[in-house]
């Protein structure tokens, strides 16, 4: 029998840290880490640009090339649900930003499943643990802009964030732009404060991009196995308890301790499913017996949507796309008054309405630089263009991720039923309000030629506009997540699923709610998190280096 202390599947930011961690303890238990993409060796250590190519190519190893179903609500559009495959997971393919949220997300995290290891106090623990800053920025006359003090980052972790090797030329102009438009500038994001115009850092450093396996996985001891082309199709029980897993090719793992799933938010409710656990009517529509029921499993899929506006400008010997490909551009954080003053707002939960005004949560995200092909855009002699785009921070509406079969080769069914909830669309339309006028500044003002977007500022022309030019940053959360029952979530604090043994969920699949930030900083969190709770509980090390709150 083929049998490991912890059998950990997929290799993505929360998979290769809980991996790496407990192998890593002074006991060494036994480790084995199942991949169900290939182990990518020979593209591995590609610059970052040729990377990204790769990774969006036709057929790319890299990618699942996920789709949602049809959204009839945007004008039928089918969105891209791209996730990473193969080592690193999506760490392998996103678009390298790093960004940690707000210290308010983590409290209420805290508060919401009753547990304070979720807090900011230890989350901010963790991203000591995670990260080595190099905090040098490439344009130092900026740093009244950008400018991240040393003493109060970690240069102590295996995953080097940096702010770029080059800027864009025109990178000063849209720190005076956001400044005219009402949005004061934050020198740094990831101070546990996001609000105001910004630039988070890269996980890029000397031109590689940098992935949990690079970070994690490129040195492992000797009780630390890893199979990649190991994708699973379902996880053993024996009775009531997680017992191993079966991969696609009927090889079979056992665990004699646990089994952890981090296959990410669309893959860790298929497998679950595929195993006979998940909703009752769900497993029955496609003939699959059931094991455990699991009414909240594939529900309360959250992610943050977005929409794009630009303008095309007279050019003035300067290209706002000069320098390299993937090197970080702007990105800041509101709160939006409008919002606040609407209907929709006073309609939501008290929770929330308590929530969303703390300090340093966003109500939108705006990023600038986007290519101009998201505005189906060609730039023309003489032109040149600026695109952004509006990210709705707090999603109320929530999706589903189930089965489109009960073939494990087959890819789940997504329907991430984005702008459904009338909250989220008041804060996209007043968005992208906001990034119209950052747009319309004064310092871009006399050399507009036009604008890309909406028809005109009225409700019903923003939201045309928004109902056929609408996107997914890529940050699908909380499809099992979080909570203190089994009515209304489905692991606890301590990540195991309610009513089984042996088996533990760790990724963002977890979250409780979907984190105003650039989810994999806090899917790196969810593994140490996850690993300090198991190292503690099993007594794998015998000095920690931490406290447990």
């Known amino acids: 029998m083929d049998a490991y202390d912890f059998v950990v599947v997929g290799a993505g930011a929360s998979g290769a840290v809980v991996a790496s961690r407990l192998a890593k303890s002074s006991s060494r238990p036994s480790v084995l880490l199942l991949e169900a993409g290939g182990s990518n060796d020979s593209i591995q250590h590609l610059p970052a640009t040729e990377r990204f190519n790769v990774a969006f190519s036709p057929d790319s190893p890299l990618n699942w090339n996920y789709k949602t179903v049809l959204q009839t609500q945007l004008n039928g559009q089918e969105i891209d649900y791209s996730r990473g495959k193969g080592l690193g997971g999506s760490t392998a393919i996103n678009f390298c930003g790093w960004v940690v949220g707000p210290r308010d997300d983590y409290d209420e995290w805290a508060e919401l499943v009753e547990d304070k290891s979720f807090c900011w106090q230890n989350a901010k623990s963790c991203l000591g643990r995670i990260g080595h800053l190099h905090s040098e920025i490439p344009q130092p006359k900026l740093s009244k802009y950008v400018c991240a003090r040393p003493e109060d980052h970690s240069t102590a972790g295996p995953l080097h964030l940096t702010y770029g090797d080059s800027w864009v030329s025109d990178l000063e102009d849209i720190f005076m732009a956001a400044e005219q438009a009402g949005l004061k500038s934050n020198s740094d994001v990831n101070s546990g404060n996001p609000i105001g115009m910004g630039m988070g850092s890269v996980c890029i450093y000397k031109g590689q991009r940098l992935t949990s396996s690079i970070a994690y996985l490129s040195d492992p001891p000797m009780n630390l196995r890893i199979l990649s082309d190991a994708g699973v199709a379902s996880v053993l029980l024996d009775g009531k308890r997680a017992v191993g897993v079966e991969t696609l090719d009927s090889r079979r793992f056992y665990a004699r301790r646990e089994v952890i799933l981090s296959a990410g938010a669309l893959n860790t409710p298929q497998i679950l499913m595929l195993s006979g656990i ?38 003035d010997g300067r290209s706002p796309h000069e320098g390299k490909k993937q090197s970080p551009t702007p ?54 263009f600026l695109g952004a785009m509006c990210l709705v921070m707090n999603p109320q509406s929530r999706g589903t991720v189930t089965l489109q079969s009960p073939d494990p080769k087959k890819a789940p069914l997504i329907d991430p039923r984005f702008m459904t909830h009338e909250y989220d669309r008041r804060v996209m339309i007043e968005g992208v ?20 977007g909406p028809k005109d500022d009225s409700e019903e022309g923003i939201w045309e506009h928004i109902r056929c030019n609408t996107g997914s940053s890529w940050h699908m959360s909380c499809t099992a997540r979080m909570g203190t029952d089994a009515n209304s979530a489905c692991v606890d604090s301590n990540f195991r699923v309610f009513g089984l043994a042996g088996l533990r969920l760790v990724d963002l699949s977890i979250c409780p709610f979907v984190p105003n930030n650039h989810t994999q900083s806090t899917a790196y969190v969810v593994g140490e998190i996850a690993a300090e709770k198991m190292i503690a509980e099993y007594d794998l090390d015998e000095t920690l280096p931490y406290a447990m709150l």
């Open 331 to 384: 990105m800041g954080w509101a709160k939006l008054d409008s919002v606040f003053a609407s209907k929709e707002y006073k309609a939501l939960p008290r929770q929330q309405q308590d929530f969303l005004p703390a300090p340093t949560v966003p109500s939108m995200e705006i990023a600038t630089h986007i290519p101009p092909t998201f505005l189906n855009h060609t730039i023309s002699p003489g032109t040149t």
């Open 433 to 452: 309000r906001q990034v119209q006028r950052i747009l319309a500044a004064p310092v871009f003002a006399s050399r507009i030629v036009h604008r890309l």
């Open 278 to 315: 998940g909703p009752r009517e769900e497993l029955e529509k496609h003939g699959i017996k059931l094991q455990h029921d699991l009414p909240q499993l594939g529900r309360n899929l959250q992610d943050h949507c977005f929409s794009s506006v630009g303008i095309v400008m007279e050019e």
